[in-house]
């Protein structure tokens, strides 16, 4: 009863109102599993390819009915009647079948809906969550979000060169007060951008979108949203950002035009973090440097690792070669986990497997442009990667996989697990601070071993919130 029956896709509309793929797969026992693909703005050069159709007279040529089609006819061909439990020899099948090391001739978001519309049916077969058919009894660690509040770069029409600036709740004892922590900061953060005279419109991941003065000037408005909302940046609450420096790097250096700071070298940029992570509680930092300037990533790894988590977005892809080229030469202390870079779900779990072998943590992310899907959710908690990125605290496409969360938390119920700080492991690759003064944590960090007991936060007192090394 579990063999395939039948695949059917669709064209369906992402959060950009571009066009992308979902797909159906039908077992002989009658149940279904569906699977809405994402689509990202900056991606990396490296990523499994995303068929499009090409044709500028319909959707500006970001139609997917070419990806639609090889699900319909060439794929459904070659996987009805396979058994949806085994998940790896699926995707193998549909690697094969497509012959390419990038999956352009049937495309990755054609791939990649089938791979997770079978787990979905293979879950639901078992009549048990996502989550639990992926990871087992053991899957019962609920990420700590990393919420993108700010949005700049490629995510928004502002003049700030950093695409994400996130607040990360580590002070919380569960995800539900995780959510409610970062979600009363977002709203902070609004009255704040109000009163500073300054727009409240948003971006593709459902952030703030202001005109700045510099990109520092995003961190000091987040700090008062913080320190607004009666937390304590530091200790309540960390910062994190996705530079996407690939996306301002030309001619072998990095341009931050908003500021008007041209022609930075990789050395230049690694400075810059360095002063930003000793004056803010930066915590992590997302493609710090081009995803092709592997001697950059070496030194800025060996500068900054023992202080501030180094992931590897467009440097990695969820590819586990080019992540076993980064931990073969010391590049990064963490991956980005994006489902749709590499288009199976048995390759992102092997990447996921052999980064964690490593010491590397794992951070599942969402995409730009994303659905109502809410896989990655699940995906977390079945691997405890403990980090999740999927935006911020608007627009229901990012607000989904929240939720989804939050229903897996009140499933797992006291067995449930949030680590808040302790999820940062990969810092000094494994080593973990050893005391709060610590001159290699990033400031105001505190070192502590958490207690699984559930409580709410207690509230600050509301002052000015300055985080400085000590």
């Known amino acids: 009863m579990s063999q395939i029956a039948d695949i059917r896709a669709r064209e369906i509309l992402d959060s950009r109102g571009n066009p992308t793929v979902e797909v159906d797969v039908l077992l002989q026992s009658g149940v279904m599993g569906r699977a809405a693909v994402p689509s990202g703005a900056s991606t990396g050069e490296h990523e499994a390819a995303e068929l499009r159709d090409g044709d500028t007279k319909r959707y500006l040529g970001k139609g997917t009915q070419k990806a639609v089609g ?24 549909l690697i094969a079948l497509d012959g390419t090391p990038n999956k352009s001739n049937l495309g990755a978001n054609a791939i990649l809906g089938v791979s997770l519309a079978n787990a979905r049916a293979a879950a639901n077969l078992l009549d048990i969550p996502l989550f639990r058919h992926l990871g087992g009894v053991a899957a019962n660690q609920l990420p700590v979000p990393m919420m993108n509040i700010l949005n700049g770069g490629e995510h928004a029409d502002n003049n700030v060169d950093i695409q994400e600036f996130m607040v990360v709740p580590v002070g919380a004892s569960s995800f539900g007060e995780a959510l409610r ?96 992570v000793a004056k803010y509680p930066i915590i992590s930092i997302e493609d710090g440097l081009d995803e092709n300037d592997w001697q950059g990533w070496r030194r800025m790894t060996r500068k900054l690792g023992n202080k501030v988590q180094l992931v590897g977005d467009d440097l990695f892809v969820t590819n586990p070669e080019r992540l076993a080229t980064g931990i073969k030469t010391g ?128 509230r600050k007192k509301k002052t000015t919130a300055t985080a400085r090394r000590t």
């Open 70 to 93: 090889h699900v319909r006819h060439e794929i459904r061909d070659a996987v009805l009647g396979r058994d949806a439990l085994d998940q790896g020899g699926l995707d193998r099948a």
């Open 181 to 276: 922590m970062g979600t009363e900061v977002f709203h902070s953060l609004k009255a704040v951008l109000k009163s500073q005279g300054l727009a409240t419109s948003v971006g593709d991941e459902g952030g703030f979108a202001p005109m700045l003065d510099s990109n520092e000037a995003a961190l000091s408005v987040i700090m008062d949203a913080i320190a607004s909302a009666g937390f304590q940046a530091g200790a309540d609450i960390l910062l994190a950002l996705d530079v996407a420096a690939s996306s301002f790097y030309s001619e072998k250096r990095y341009h931050l035009e908003g500021e008007g700071r041209m022609g930075l070298n990789a050395d230049e940029m690694i400075d810059m973090y360095e002063e930003l």
């Open 331 to 458: 590049a990064a202390n963490s991956i980005l986990i994006k489902v749709n870079q590499i288009g199976t779900l048995t390759e992102t779990l092997e990447a996921m497997a052999m980064a964690q072998r490593a010491g590397y943590t794992c951070v599942v992310s969402h995409r730009s442009g994303e659905t109502e899907d809410t896989t990655i959710a699940d995906l977390a908690v079945a691997t405890c990667a403990g980090q999740i990125k999927t935006g911020s605290l608007s627009r229901t496409d990012r607000i989904c996989k929240y939720n989804q969360l939050l229903r897996i938390e009140e499933t797992l119920g006291q067995g449930a697990q949030y680590l808040g700080a302790d999820v940062f492991v990969s810092i000094g690759r494994g080593k973990a601070a050893e005391a709060d003064s610590s001159d290699d944590a990033a400031p105001g960090v505190k070192a502590r071993t958490r207690t699984k007991k559930r409580g709410r936060t207690t």
